[in-house]
């Protein structure tokens, strides 16, 4: 069993290949209650989140960084109501009565990883197994809500797989150029999001990698090339202690 807080790029590695490899079996052999389609989601998914808490750690360590210093929150952020949308409204009588209350208006937001720095909160990250652009709208709305209630947080997407077409399954190359669409809908947000991808290929739907027969393997470059985008984002909070 890997330290939690000191963990290796092997122990990605292994992690990887012992939870996609199992999730298929587990997901047969479990109560039928659930559905395996939704098994297989939910285990791909919770991959996802504890590799990406792997790579940050290394990141961090890598730079130096107290373990001590760095934490995973979870629980619900607060989004509060823009005060012009309250400015804006025609009935006066709802406008008043928003304003006598407004600290009850809020919008409960999760975010799938959120790296902090002494408490405080620096990167917010979306885990996918694979993300197309029809997904890409809600992580994008999602990501401009937590802007609201935490403009200076670094929004990042990490996913296992790329169906947002382009190149952003060719992971190894030196700039990524994205794909039209993907730019399109992102251009209408205000937000500055970094998308990561560990596994090289488009996601093809009849080709599952938790399928013994189309299984991806998790690259230890792939793995380095997260790791050092992390070291760059995290760089700057190192200083700050």
Same mark, same amino acid.
């Given at each position: 069993? !890997? !330290?939690?807080? #000191?963990?290796?790029?092997?122990?990605?590695?292994?992690? @990887?290949? &012992?939870?996609?490899? /199992?999730?298929?079996?587990?997901?047969?052999?479990?109560?039928?209650?659930?559905?395996?389609?939704?098994?297989?989601?939910?285990?791909?998914?919770?991959?996802?989140?504890?590799?990406?808490?792997?790579?940050?750690?290394?990141?961090?360590? #890598?730079?130096?960084?107290?373990?001590? $210093? %760095? +934490?995973?929150?979870?629980?619900?952020?607060?989004?509060?109501?823009?005060?012009?949308?309250?400015?804006?409204?025609?009935?006066?009588?709802?406008?008043? @009565?928003?304003?006598?209350?407004?600290?009850?208006?809020? @919008?409960?937001?999760?975010?799938?990883?959120?790296?902090?720095?002494?408490?405080?909160?620096?990167?917010?990250?979306?885990?996918?197994? @694979?993300?197309?652009?029809? *997904? *890409?709208?809600?992580? *994008?709305?999602?990501? *401009?809500?937590?802007? /609201?209630?935490?403009?200076?947080?670094?929004?990042?997407?990490?996913?296992?797989? +790329?169906?947002?077409?382009?190149?952003?399954? #060719?992971?190894?190359?030196?700039?990524?150029?994205?794909? $039209?669409?993907?730019?399109?809908?992102? +251009?209408?947000?205000?937000? #500055?999001? =970094? %998308?990561?991808? &560990?596994?090289?290929? !488009?996601?093809?739907?009849?080709?599952? %990698?938790?399928?013994?027969?189309?299984?991806?393997?998790?690259?230890?470059? +792939?793995?380095?090339?997260?790791?050092?985008?992390?070291?760059?984002? =995290?760089?700057?909070?190192?200083?700050?202690?």
């Amino acid at each position: 069993m !890997d !330290d939690k807080t #000191n963990p290796t790029i092997q122990d990605v590695i292994k992690t @990887y290949n &012992l939870l996609v490899k /199992g999730i298929d079996a587990e997901a047969r052999v479990a109560d039928l209650s659930r559905a395996y389609g939704g098994m297989v989601r939910s285990g791909k998914g919770e991959l996802v989140e504890d590799i990406t808490q792997k790579i940050v750690r290394i990141a961090w360590r #890598n730079l130096g960084g107290d373990q001590e $210093r %760095i +934490s995973f929150e979870k629980g619900t952020i607060k989004v509060p109501i823009k005060r012009d949308y309250i400015d804006k409204l025609e009935d006066e009588e709802v406008r008043q @009565y928003i304003l006598d209350n407004i600290n009850k208006y809020t @919008y409960q937001l999760k975010t799938d990883v959120r790296v902090c720095i002494d408490k405080k909160f620096v990167i917010g990250i979306e885990c996918k197994a @694979y993300t197309e652009n029809a *997904m *890409m709208k809600r992580i *994008m709305v999602d990501f *401009m809500f937590l802007k /609201g209630a935490h403009p200076n947080v670094q929004a990042v997407l990490l996913q296992l797989e +790329s169906q947002l077409g382009g190149d952003y399954s #060719n992971i190894f190359q030196e700039v990524t150029m994205g794909s $039209r669409p993907t730019h399109t809908i992102m +251009s209408y947000f205000d937000v #500055n999001l =970094l %998308i990561i991808t &560990l596994i090289e290929g !488009d996601r093809k739907v009849d080709q599952p %990698i938790h399928k013994k027969e189309t299984f991806k393997g998790l690259k230890e470059q +792939s793995i380095i090339k997260a790791v050092q985008t992390f070291e760059d984002l =995290l760089r700057q909070h190192i200083k700050q202690h």
